[in-house]
């Protein structure tokens, strides 16, 4: 596995030193948790001074968003290369999409400390985890209805909102308990979506599910 602390297709705003202390956050936080995480050390470890970290990122609070920020922007950019590779078939956009959510979520040590978290551990990162939970369940909805749309789908408006819905959701609950491998789950869900967006595809299951 992988820190996930590199996103050159994200941009990220402020001065120079903003990105290597995120950076650096993420990969302490992953290391020894969130609680080991202080503004003097992540000064040490970018070599810069205190008053440095606080002018680039706030408090420690502010630290929090802006690293979780960082590592939801990389799954929204997934998705984005998903359709972006697929402008004619929406069903295998969505098989792409979900499959590099999928995979990037199993790859992700942040998120799994945070998860972990859960269990009884640094549980000051839970309710940032929850407010940009519910910010990544909107910006995911918005971006794929446009997205969606430009497919011209036989769908009216509050029915693609709702296909649209049950996919972001199904994929936020495979990224917190994964039921099987990202391809099985890809598969599935596309050919799931295939028959709920009405589009005609000739999509099967590749991987049907295990026994």
Same mark, same amino acid.
């Given at each position: 596995m992988t820190i996930m602390s590199e996103a050159p297709s994200v941009a990220v705003t402020g001065g120079p030193y903003r990105q290597p202390i995120v950076a650096s956050a993420i990969e302490l936080t992953v290391r020894s948790g969130w609680s080991s995480v202080t503004m003097s050390k992540l000064a040490e470890i970018v070599g810069v001074s205190r008053q440095t970290v606080y002018n680039e990122l706030g408090s420690k609070t502010q630290l929090a968003e802006a690293m979780i920020s960082h590592e939801l922007a990389r799954f929204l950019s997934v998705v984005r290369d998903a359709f972006e590779r697929h402008p004619d078939d929406l069903v295998e956009a969505i098989h792409d999409a979900v499959r590099g959510v999928l995979e990037l979520a199993d790859d992700? =040590? +942040? =998120?799994? &400390?945070?998860?972990? &978290? #859960?269990?009884? &551990?640094? #549980?000051? +990162? +839970?309710? +940032?985890l929850t407010v940009r939970a519910g910010s990544l369940l909107s910006e995911a909805t918005v971006m794929l209805r446009g997205r969606v749309r430009a497919y011209d789908p036989p769908l009216d408006a509050s029915q693609l909102d709702v296909a649209i819905d049950v996919v972001v959701r199904t994929v936020l609950s495979h990224i917190m308990q994964p039921s099987d491998t990202p391809a099985r789950t890809a598969d599935a869900l596309a050919w799931m979506a295939s028959r709920v967006l009405g589009t005609s595809t000739t999509r099967s299951l590749r991987h049907p599910p295990r026994d």
């Open positions: 992700n =040590l +942040l =998120l799994r &400390a945070i998860v972990s &978290a #859960t269990h009884g &551990a640094d #549980t000051e +990162l +839970l309710p +940032l």
